[in-house]
């Protein structure tokens, strides 16, 4: 059985990429958000998954990316070259969601450093852990 978490998206995120996918993918972004709300609420099964990749487990908090694809695309969630930074809290059973963006939002060659820049510049509570 798994815990059920509550799911916070970050004032940051709404702002910046998650208004373009609104914007671009319309209805479609409304599906692809809920589901992705509900597998937030469920992160403890994502763990078991190739979907996630953990980039920081300090304490009681945990850094993760995640992929996923538009609701009606083709593309896998992996081809798609969308992805989601997480931070889950287990202590309080909470999920934040820190940045939602295609990488090909982020420009650059190195989309790892460029994410990991804009969580720091943008999130205090987050910037010692990188």
Do not use: P
């Not at 709300?37 to 009681?60: G, M, P, Q």
């Not at 989309?111 to 804009?118: F, S």
């Amino acid at each position: 059985m798994f815990t059920k978490y509550a799911v916070a998206t970050e004032h940051f995120a709404e702002r910046h990429f998650i208004k373009n996918f609104k914007k671009k993918y319309k209805t479609a972004w409304d599906i692809t958000w809920r589901a992705m709300i509900e597998e937030f609420k469920r992160t403890d099964a994502l763990f078991n998954t190739s979907i996630v990749e953990t980039i920081i487990d300090v304490d009681n908090i945990k850094i993760v990316k995640t992929e996923f694809r538009i609701a009606g695309s083709k593309k896998s969630r992996k081809s798609s070259g969308n992805r989601c930074i997480v931070a889950v809290h287990r202590d309080i059973r909470m999920v934040y969601v820190l940045l939602v963006y295609h990488k090909n939002d982020l420009g650059g060659s190195n989309e790892t450093a460029r994410w990991k820049q804009i969580i720091k510049e943008n999130y205090d509570q987050y910037r010692d852990l990188f």
